[in-house]
């Protein structure tokens, strides 16, 4: 995994990747006021093509505008920068992360208010986040002492830095416990989210995902799997579901851009189903993936080939 590329896109320039830097006033490290978005390129036969682009970089818009917080460029623009930024710096796929946030705005809670977001894509080579092995073999879960954000708080349908507070302490707890990943409940005691993905059970042939009620991101990966499972001829249902559904669930998988689809093969220690990948999660495995391949057809226009302008 690098943690860096050689260039990086900020504020309108193409620079080098250690000159975009900020102030220790700025705005957003004092009180969490960025946006951003985690985007995917793969390798295609087609060269690099940036998965779902345009609904990632609307997400991006959606969550600034509930803060109220003005980017200063067009949708098309800032995605005509992400595929600069990937072209420059030479890479066949790619984890990507546009961020806008409050920088030298002052220092009162409110002082952002009205002016224009600095903003960033960086790209850089990013293998699966819970781990390559983690795609075939699953991982163990554990709800955490930590519910999700009650929707009143602060709005999980917003991807806002301040949020990803909630999120470590999710996924901390559970990775000091000795789980890979954490999944938390919402206020209502229901299944809500992991730290960073969205959550499907299978039981008797149906897939089950809380709806965007129970306080979660509702993502991208999330979105494009109901799509493909529906295409398939499976029956999905989001759905408030209860902590005990997953301990009796046929199999169970985590989604988003950074994870991919990622088997659960226990949750509370308990196993879910024969406690390996099951069947469905496989199958969805293979379609999502083939879309890079090429083994699945791009149906729905969700790959935007970065060397095709
Ligand atoms: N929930 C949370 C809290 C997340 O951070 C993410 C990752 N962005 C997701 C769900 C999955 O969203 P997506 O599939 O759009 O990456």
Redesign the pocket.
């Known amino acids: 995994m690098a943690n860096s590329a050689e260039f990086i896109w900020f504020n309108g320039e193409i620079m080098p990747w250690q000159n975009a830097t900020v102030h220790v006033m700025s705005h957003a490290l004092h009180y969490g006021s960025s946006v951003f978005e985690?985007i995917r390129a793969y390798d295609t036969p087609k060269g690099p093509a940036v998965f779902r682009h345009e609904d990632h970089m609307q997400r991006l818009f959606d969550s600034a505008k509930i803060y109220r917080i003005p980017v200063p460029y067009q949708k098309q623009e800032l995605m005509q920068a992400l595929r600069e930024t990937i072209r420059v710096n030479g890479l066949a796929s790619a984890y990507i992360r546009p961020v806008a946030f409050w920088g030298d705005v002052g220092l009162g809670i409110n002082a952002g208010t009205g002016k224009p977001a600095d903003v960033a894509i960086a790209a850089m080579e990013w293998g699966s986040y819970l781990g390559e092995e983690s795609l075939e073999h699953g991982v163990d879960a554990a709800v955490t002492s930590w519910n999700r954000l009650a929707p009143n708080t602060m709005p999980t349908g917003a991807?806002a830095g301040g949020n990803y507070l909630s999120?470590q302490l999710i996924s901390g707890e559970a990775r000091r416990h000795g789980y890979t990943e954490g999944i938390a409940l919402d206020v209502n005691g229901t299944i809500s989210?992991g730290?960073?993905?969205?959550i499907f059970l299978v039981k008797d042939g149906a897939l089950y995902t809380p709806p965007v009620t129970a306080c979660?991101?509702p993502?991208?990966?999330?979105a494009s799997i109901i799509t493909l499972a529906t295409d398939k001829g499976y029956t999905v249902h989001e759905q408030s579901i209860p902590r005990e559904a997953m301990y009796l669930a046929d199999e169970m998988f985590m989604?988003?851009?950074?994870a991919e689809i990622v088997p659960v093969r226990s949750v509370d220690q308990i196993d879910i189903g024969s406690g390996k990948r099951g069947p469905i999660t496989q199958e969805l495995q293979t379609s999502f993936f083939g879309l890079f391949s090429g083994e699945t057809e791009d149906r729905w226009g969700w790959l935007d080939y970065v060397n095709a302008e």
């Open positions: 985690g991807k999120s989210e730290a960073g993905e969205n979660i991101l993502g991208l990966t999330r989604c988003g851009t950074a």
